[in-house]
């Protein structure tokens, strides 16, 4: 073994520690990066496949009714592929022993065979047969979370018709596998399914014999999605079309894209904020052993080891505690992908999902960290080993004890002589203080991120469900309803209040911007849902104009004041011009609103609703439900208590799990600062403090001084690490803001705190760790070391 290779060894041993501390950092960031890689690859590669194999449509158009014989037309626009009507219905469910409400979609399929596109994976049973009216195919989740089989039996309720259906099998869709109702977030597999039935039978009950009122295409190759669609909306727009969508707005692909986009942020941001901070301890704690081995170094030189010989054994040095870093990194990457796995099972219901670690993850995770300690060590190494042995044998020149300028800023009074130590150490080295203090304000600033996540999260619910959705029902009809059916509501048992809302598809314009939503017409001072400003307040909604959340604003690029065009597709699909009128503040979705009596004017029809809030008392909230059952213009029913819930349970098993696993790496990484910067001080600064020893110092005043620098430099860092976790906090809400949710910035004092309490917990550990070392200090040894 060459003497260079057991000098490794033990400077290895030696620094231990240290190594540990450096490599938890490294293995921070590619415990990230491999987590988030392996997500990505698992989720895409799971959609992808899952989407080439069953046919998913790439564009969608709605109709209100249109005769079959229209098809022949649309296939001949240029572009289109394959075409397939479908008829699509809201259905009302019961299911055997369950007492709430179930609302759901039914979708039709070619008489006893598989539609040609967005095609079903049967799990178990089969599809319905051909001729057969009672029997459906029912979506995985809904059976499972009902323990249903083929051959069970539901009660439904299609377009105010009872009927009574025969599951005939059970099947995944891609076009539904994030399976969340229209109006909602997250899923409710309890009280959401997606049917399929034979289309005859379903046309039939549907009243819609010899027509469609759903279309699904894919296109040709090299084909305009624009020209495509702007084609089928003016060929369907007597047929009450309210626009055609590409799969970035159908809900279930967004919402596994906007997952997609989390991961891809993830994969990119958060590695890189850790593996700058890897690089830039590294440059500092290696620069500093190096600076304690001088006369070795010296004396190497002397012996006749080239520079190119030292700096590969300090290279290698650096590299051993990196790629101990990465491995422990992947490792924890591959298990917290592991985890994350079972989660994803239960939102993306994917037939199958592979989750493991692609090769080419670790060879990026492995040359990305390579780089960052390229990065952190090569200045260091190099500016060592190019110094001459005659200047590096020489030992260092003695500081001059004067007093310094932090001495100034403190009352004489209040120092006593381990005080000056402390002070006049931190003056004679700028730099180093300077490094130290925005190491330990970078770990500061990632424990405000994953403090703020924590907070943000409860905050973005609280808003939304306790401020803005403050019923308890939501129901929607099958058709626009005479406002009148409000007070037959109000009689029902258990109701407390009733508010009523119009809603109509529109597609708004500013510019060159547009934007597909819907006008929602809400009461002129809405109590149930009501629309908040900047402050939190509740604000009428004005008798002119239109508000929208701040949100789809920024989207259309328009300020109070801009006059917005306003496609409406229901009715007459007039071309309207609104202003803009106020901005609310929402954290979920985005909205268009205006006064329900200046919506139904704009149409030209009378007092029409679409739906109505209710607000319930709980102990009559089951004989609401029956009396809501038997009524046939109710298309369905929403409970707000459940879908809270539901989001709760979302954001607790993926961001909240993010942000715990934030926060642990974050105080790690705390930890590894501070341990390394005080066992650096302590090598340097051995002899000084044996010294004080052997005059007299007692272990306690000598450990003040040591421990006084480490304070002084936590404190100082404090405020450094709110400023730069201040500017992470808000990168990090702009990347998560989108059009499902917004993450509101939370600045409040139990962030702050949690990130000084944070640092200053580390700094008490180490604070223990060295007292103790300092117990065991050689003074002999130390003191044999050449002046």
């Not at 990230?32 to 997500?39: H, K, M, Q």
């Not at 029809?605 to 607000?615: M, N, Q, V």
Request: proline share 5%; hydrophobic share 50%.
């Amino acid at each position: 073994m060459q003497t260079l290779d057991r000098k490794l060894y033990r400077d290895l041993w030696r620094l231990k520690g240290q190594a540990l501390a450096i490599a938890l950092v490294i293995a921070s960031g590619v415990m990230t990066l491999i987590l988030a890689v392996t997500t990505l690859e698992a989720l895409s590669g799971a959609r992808d496949r899952f989407y080439a194999s069953h046919h998913f449509a790439e564009i969608f158009a709605e109709v209100k009714r249109a005769p079959l014989g229209v098809l022949e037309q649309l296939q001949r626009l240029d572009g289109v592929n394959l075409i397939e009507p479908r008829v699509r219905a809201a259905v009302r469910l019961a299911v055997p022993g369950y007492g709430d409400p179930v609302r759901g979609l039914l979708l039709s399929l070619p008489d006893g065979r598989q539609p040609l596109l967005n095609r079903l994976h049967l799990l178990s049973g089969s599809l319905p047969e051909a001729g057969r009216d009672d029997q459906a195919i029912v979506s995985d989740a809904f059976a499972e979370a009902h323990g249903l089989r083929p051959g069970d039996t539901l009660e439904a309720i299609v377009n105010g018709r009872h009927t009574r259906l025969t599951i005939a099998g059970i099947a995944l869709s891609p076009e539904y596998l994030y399976q969340a109702a229209p109006t909602d977030l997250m899923p409710d597999y309890r009280r959401y399914a997606v049917l399929w039935m034979n289309q005859r039978s379903l046309s039939r009950a549907y009243g819609m014999e010899g027509a469609f009122n759903s279309l699904s295409l894919t296109l040709q190759a090299g084909a305009s999605r624009d020209d495509v669609i702007d084609a089928l909306d003016l060929a369907l727009a007597r047929y009450g079309a309210i626009g055609a969508q590409t799969r970035h707005d159908q809900q279930s692909h967004r919402f596994i894209e906007e997952e997609l986009n989390q991961q891809r942020l993830m994969a990119t941001v958060l590695p890189a904020i850790f593996l700058t901070v890897s690089a830039f301890l590294l440059n500092v704690v290696m620069g500093r052993i190096i600076q304690t081995q001088r006369e070795q170094l010296a004396i190497l030189k002397a012996f006749g080891y080239r520079d190119t010989e030292l700096a590969r054994h300090y290279g290698l040095l650096a590299a051993a505690i990196v790629l101990f870093g990465w491995a422990v990194g992947v490792a924890l990457g591959g298990w917290a992908a592991s985890g994350l796995a079972e989660v994803y099972r239960a939102y993306f219901r994917f037939p199958e999902m592979r989750f493991g670690v692609p090769p080419w993850a670790l060879a990026l995770s492995l040359g990305v960290t390579l780089c960052a300690a390229l990065a952190g060590t090569w200045h260091a190494v190099w500016r060592a080993v190019s110094r001459p042995p005659a200047e590096a044998m020489r030992p260092p020149a003695p500081h001059r004890f004067r007093r310094s300028w932090l001495e100034s800023l403190v009352p004489s009074t209040l120092l006593g002589n381990e005080g000056r130590i402390v002070l006049r150490n931190l003056a004679r080295h700028p730099a180093k203080a300077g490094f130290s203090v925005v190491g330990i304000a970078l770990s500061a600033g990632l424990l405000m991120i994953g403090a703020y996540q924590l907070a943000a999260v409860d905050k973005m619910i609280d808003q939304q469900y306790r401020q803005v959705l403050r019923m308890d029902v939501e129901l929607t009809f099958n058709d626009p309803t005479p406002a009148r059916a409000a007070g037959e509501l109000r009689h029902q048992p258990g109701v407390l209040a009733v508010e009523t809302w119009r809603r109509v598809p529109a597609t708004l314009v500013h510019g060159h911007r547009e934007y597909r939503t819907s006008l929602l017409g809400l009461d002129p001072e809405p109590q149930l849902r009501r629309v908040l400003d900047s402050r939190g307040q509740a604000q009428p909604v004005p008798e002119a104009g239109i508000m929208l959340t701040r949100h789809l604003a920024g989207v259309l690029d328009a300020s109070i004041g801009d006059m917005l065009e306003v496609a409406v597709m229901e009715g007459r699909r007039e071309r309207l011009r609104l202003a803009l009128v106020a901005v609310v503040d929402e954290p979920l979705g985005v909205g268009a609103y205006l006064r329900r009596d200046t919506l139904n004017a704009l149409m030209h029809e009378g007092p029409a609703i679409s739906g109505a809030w209710l607000l319930v008392d709980p102990a009559h909230a089951a004989e609401l439900h029956a009396a809501l059952w038997e009524m046939p213009a109710v298309a369905s029913i929403g409970l707000l208590n459940e879908a809270e819930r539901g989001i709760r349970e979302y954001m607790g098993e993926t961001l909240r799990t993010f942000a715990v696993i934030f926060v642990a790496i974050a105080s790690s990484i705390a930890f590894g600062v501070v341990y390394n910067n005080a066992r650096i001080a302590f090598a340097e600064r051995a002899r000084e403090l044996a010294t004080l020893q052997v005059l007299g110092y007692t272990r306690a005043e000598v450990a003040r001084i040591l421990l006084g620098e480490i304070a002084l430099l936590t404190l100082a860092a404090i405020p450094l690490g709110w400023a730069i976790g201040t500017v992470f906090i808000r990168l990090l809400h702009a990347a998560f803001s989108n059009d499902l949710f917004r993450i509101p910035l939370v600045f409040s004092s139990q962030v702050f705190g949690f990130a000084a309490a944070g640092v200053l917990t580390a700094s008490a550990v180490v604070g223990v760790l060295v007292f103790r070392r300092l117990g065991r200090l050689d003074k002999l040894r130390v003191l044999k070391a050449v002046e």
